[in-house]
């Protein structure tokens, strides 16, 4: 699975948008873009995924750059219930596992 | 609830003793993959079945670690004679399928003393 590089850390102010970058330039054609994230002494928790297009739910929106080289996860409105690490991993489409790496630490301040 | 079900949820246990944890998944669910996680690490992957086979080990599975899942729903993660640096979070995720996102558990947090 392709290697991916996150901000170890961020912050952001509560009610704000929350703008989470993830590059991923050796993405091969086969491999999505998955985010995760793992609020403190619980297991991880799906959020989003997409192969090209962006893509939107009622967690977040991801967005996917044309080159499919890296993405970015928004949260629209930040509540302090979405401080946590938040992970960026590709994946095969057929693969057996997700890689993790070390994530992205969100802080969402009052 | 019906989420993956992880049992106990913290072990202390003494260096070189066995321990076993315990692993229900979403019912259905055909995948069920252990995980490790260490303080400030992302979780590593160890194991996964589909069914009762295990299809993948990791190299960071040694031989005193074994998983089994007998009948295709729960699976059970044993370490044999612990060592310190077991001492992690265990966690156990299910999915339906292979492209399918994974549900994980709350973890078996391991002390290793």
């Known amino acids: 699975d392709a290697k991916t590089t996150q901000p170890p850390s961020m912050d952001c102010a509560e009610g704000r948008a929350a703008n989470l970058p993830c590059n991923h330039s050796t993405i091969s054609g086969n491999e999505y873009v998955y985010w995760y994230r793992q609020i403190h002494s619980q297991g991880p928790q799906y959020i989003i995924h997409g192969l090209k297009n962006n893509e939107t739910n009622e967690m977040a929106s991801l967005i996917i750059t044309e080159d499919r080289k890296s993405s970015t996860l928004i949260l629209p409105h930040a509540t302090l219930r979405d401080t946590a690490v938040y992970y960026c991993i590709v994946r095969e489409t057929s693969g057996s596992r997700l890689t993790f790496g070390e994530g992205t630490q969100l802080t969402v301040n009052p | ?113």
């Open chain 2, 1 to 113: 609830d019906t989420g993956v079900s992880q049992d106990p949820r913290h072990k202390i246990t003494k260096r070189g003793q066995n321990v076993t944890f315990r692993c229900d998944p979403i019912s259905e669910h055909n995948r069920l993959y252990w995980y490790r996680q260490t303080l400030g690490q992302g979780p590593e992957f160890l194991t996964y079945f589909q069914n009762e086979a295990q299809l993948e080990k990791s190299r960071l599975l040694s031989d005193r670690f074994s998983a089994e899942r007998p009948k295709g729903s729960f699976s059970t993660l044993e370490i044999q004679r612990t060592e310190q640096g077991d001492s992690a979070m265990y966690l156990c995720a299910s999915s339906l399928t292979v492209n399918e996102k994974l549900f994980f558990g709350s973890g078996t947090q391991l002390s290793v003393l």
